[in-house]
């Protein structure tokens, strides 16, 4: 992994918040945005420093769009973060959300301050050579001064000013992720601005732990809820045995193995810390949760083919995401926000000298083996922000807010699979407001209104805002994306009696191995997980295009599949690896009807295999990742 992306794997995925403060002004008319016709844009202009010691003003890009239906029931105010994510970026979503959900209500979002089209921050040596460690403390002084004023207090203080520039008595807010924290500090220092509060997979108001414990803590409950009761016992007796097995051996040595992409093989080396990446990053993304303990139980027997493409695909994907959205997430901002206020082990007004390395040391012996186990403590520290604030110049702490939560009406939505704002840490923040309610969204990762495949806690949450109760559970549903099994190692390990029937189900399973790769990748071409390649084709009627595409070692599935009624169906050969050579037509109810090569037209008539649907589920939303993210070596 490069140096500057190694901190974005445990970084809370979040979603600012707005602050309160001195009263801000608009600086500018109300104006269409460009993202949405609907929406009225203005500015709102508030000191950098309000102590007034140290000069300078930001300007807070806002948008308001109108309740769609009939006359506004009052003000949402939905507040992104980061630290450091663009919250206008995602206004045309948003819009469409709060359109289906709330439509009685105005929307209110603006950009953080450092973000987006908030005077942004900007760093040139984030963009040159250098450690990760080195190219921070050069953003740090390049900052100057104002490296100390984007702490959430800030943000506080902003969102007052938003608030009061719109004029608006009370509003309901949702915070997701650290717009959570956020949101929760404005309510304790504003408690009358607001009316009723949803936090969505929130951070604590004590901030992100560059050590992750919690995160360590809660990958077994995570990996059983993946597999369920019965998903994994065909391949494996338990997901977590295996991640301890992998990541000891990770530890000791690197997994040589090979990659595929659509331009050829390469030769990759998986490590504890390529394996901690993976894990951290599969709360993001539904496809590489359903991948990952049929990976792990392959590693376990030495084939880390299915690691390294799980790893690989999700960067992409997650990478290729935020890559389309305008403004991604501000490292500056994250930098400047987390090392003044984040529980690091040193005091953030401290020099950025060989103490705060001591400091680290100290704390994971304090912490023990266990805390990081599977990891170790090298991989998780690795992958932290630690690196960028190890050298970040001095800052003055930020004030405390207070701990106390007033008594509005609040309600925490968490998921079950969540890494990063984990179960346990949303209760914790549940219980620090009276009568605040935790509803864990079973089957979801981070950011449950914006993944979860039920509705259920969208529903919840604008139902919730809109005055009415919290549910007492959301069911849990079937998984947006079953479980994968462990990959065969030779066609030998497929199901089937006879050597006809394997080379089918050997077919059906290299299908459901494109759909996922079709679910888990940005790009319209992609490798098979032992050889070959497939490419995405057609717009009105979707379409995959197969060549020699091997999931099971020298199986060679070649030909078209198209999209018929939710299903695949098309028509395949087949060949090599042991098979029986084959022509196969398929059905999109599920149904393969094969003519093996030397067999009588009697014989390859009766020759049909049913099954369940092959069915391409729509595209899974990911949750935008904050922080640069790490990349494949």
């Not at 709102?44 to 007034?52: A, K």
């Not at 949450?461 to 959301?474: D, H, N």
């Not at 059906?508 to 888990?520: E, K, M």
Request: charged share 20%; with cysteine.
């Amino acid at each position: 992994m490069t140096a500057l992306a190694r901190a974005a794997v445990v970084a809370a995925f979040t979603f600012p918040a707005m602050p309160s403060g001195a009263q801000g002004s608009p600086a500018s008319a109300a104006v269409a945005c460009p993202q949405l016709a609907r929406a009225q844009c203005t500015t709102v202009t508030v000191p950098l420093d309000r102590s007034g010691a140290t000069p300078g003003s930001v300007n807070l890009a806002v948008a308001r769009v109108p309740a769609p239906q009939g006359p506004s029931r009052g003000t949402i105010l939905f507040l992104a973060g980061g630290p450091g994510e663009s919250a206008l970026a995602s206004l045309p979503e948003l819009a469409g959300i709060f359109a289906a959900l709330a439509p009685g209500y105005d929307l209110l979002t603006f950009d953080q301050r450092g973000t987006g089209r908030s005077s942004p921050l900007f760093c040139p040596s984030l963009r040159g050579p250098g450690s990760e460690t080195t190219v921070f403390a050069r953003c740090g002084a390049q900052l100057g001064p104002a490296r100390g004023f984007y702490r959430t207090s800030d943000s506080v203080h902003d969102i007052e000013a938003v608030r009061q520039s719109i004029g608006s008595p009370q509003v309901g807010l949702l915070g997701v992720s650290y717009g959570g924290r956020v949101g929760g500090e404005y309510v304790r220092r504003y408690p009358g601005a607001v009316s009723r509060m949803v936090l969505d997979s929130p951070s604590t108001l004590e901030g992100t732990d560059p050590f992750t414990v919690s995160r360590q803590q809660a990958v077994p409950r995570v990996l059983r809820s993946i597999c369920g009761r019965r998903s994994c016992r065909s391949f494996t007796r338990s997901s977590s045995s295996d991640l301890r097995v992998v990541g000891r051996r990770l530890a000791r040595k690197s997994l040589r193995t090979s990659l595929v992409t659509p331009r050829g093989r390469l030769k990759v080396r998986f490590g504890i810390s390529d394996l901690y990446g993976l894990v951290a990053l599969t709360d993001l993304d539904p496809v590489s949760r359903a991948q990952l303990p049929g990976a792990l139980a392959a590693a376990r027997r030495g084939d880390g083919a299915a690691l390294a493409r799980a790893l690989s695909r999700t960067l992409s994907a997650l990478g290729g995401a935020q890559a389309q959205e305008e403004g991604p997430v501000s490292n500056e901002v994250f930098a400047a926000t987390s090392c003044a206020e984040a529980p690091l082990p040193w005091n953030p007004a401290s020099l950025p000298d060989r103490n705060r390395n001591g400091a680290v040391a100290l704390r994971i012996r304090q912490l023990g083996a266990k805390a990081f186990a599977p990891f170790g403590s090298r991989a998780v520290t690795q992958l932290s922000f630690l690196n960028q604030c190890v050298r970040w110049p001095s800052v003055r702490p930020a004030p405390r807010a207070p701990s106390a939560g007033p008594a509005i009406p609040t309600l925490v939505l968490a998921g079950t699979e969540d890494l990063r704002t984990t179960l346990a840490r949303s209760a914790t923040v549940a219980a620090g407001y009276p009568g605040g309610r935790l509803l864990p969204i079973p089957g979801t990762g981070h950011s449950t209104v914006g993944s979860d495949a039920s509705k259920c806690a969208a529903r919840a949450a604008f139902g919730f805002l809109g005055g009415g109760p919290a549910p007492a559970a959301c069911p849990r549903a079937p998984r947006e994306i079953p479980t994968a099994g462990r990959p065969p190692a030779r066609l030998r390990s497929v199901g089937g009696r006879t050597r006809r029937a394997k080379t089918v189900r050997a077919v059906r399973l290299t299908i459901r191995d494109v759909i996922l790769s079709v679910l888990g990748t940005s790009s319209p071409r992609f490798g098979g997980l032992r050889g070959g390649r497939a490419t995405l084709l057609g717009r009105r009627t979707p379409a995959v295009r197969l060549s020699a595409y091997q999931y099971v070692p020298g199986v060679k599935v070649s030909g078209g599949l198209r999209v018929v009624g939710g299903g695949l169906a098309g028509t395949l050969r087949v060949s090599g690896g042991g098979t029986a050579r084959a022509r196969l037509k398929v059905g999109s109810n599920g149904k393969i009807r094969a003519r093996f090569s030397g067999a009588s037209p009697a014989a390859a008539a009766a020759t049909a295999y049913a099954g369940d649907p092959l069915v391409l589920p729509d595209r899974p939303k990911r949750p935008r990742a904050q922080g640069p993210l790490p990349t494949f070596p």
